[in-house]
């Protein structure tokens, strides 16, 4: 009986003795599951100034940004696949996630402002540390007053109006990383649009960017889409609106903009 009571004390002890010398990541992997650290920022998709008391998760992991915006979420398991981060009176954003034991990952959020009417859209592209400048680019299409349609973007911004013509406006333009580059459409006229990403400073492939474009309505998150890791150009052409308001999938690399086709 003492021998076998001092066999479990020894037992015992080395079980503490292992859990002791582990790591958070390595404790978590002992009982079926690895980790990582997952941090970033959110901010305004519209104002870009940072966003404190957002509740951001991945699974049953769950933590809030502070008064800079920021975020860490610890020990989450590299089975997850997704993260979203929801503020009230905002969109929830929802990105994939893919996970490297015991490293850390970086996920930036930019939120939308809830849409007021059912016609409106907003676009927002993200991207990462290089190339550093990417542009978004709307085509509008023509109208009785203005043949020539329009072309959204930071030159011509179009007008934060929804009833002047062409009836969207580039709400933020980003020159140094990450974004957001963000696009209100108010409403859509009865032809074909065209939004593509530009590669403004060449100084790396847009292929190798991260960037992300997601569509937004009244309802929330519409569409996401992730820039291609394959191709040749400058220009990423994203998508289209059509004549009906819905999203055609276009999510190419080419080497020339697209055009508007004749309307009138």
Known sequence: MKNRVKYIALLLVSVVLILSACTPFDFGGLFGGKTATVGGTVTDAITVEALSGVTVKSGNISGTTDSEGKYVLYKVPISNTSISASKSGYMTNTQSLSLVADKQKTVNFSLSPEL??????????????????????????????HLNGYEVYYVTKGHDDSDEYPYAFLDVDDTSSYGPETITVF??????????????????????SNAIV??????????TYNVPTSGNGRYWYVFDIDASGGIMDRNVIQEVAPKLEPTL
Do not use: C, M
């Open 214 to 223: 997601q569509i937004y309505d009244r309802n929330g998150l519409r569409k």
């Open 116 to 145: 007021a009417q059912d016609e409106e859209l907003r676009i927002v592209l993200t991207w990462g540390a290089s190339p550093r400048d990417l542009d978004s680019h709307l085509l509008v299409p023509a109208d009785a007053s």
């Open 187 to 208: 409403q859509t006229l009865n032809h074909t649009y065209k939004y593509f990403v530009h590669n403004f400073s060449g100084e790396a492939g847009i292929t190798t």
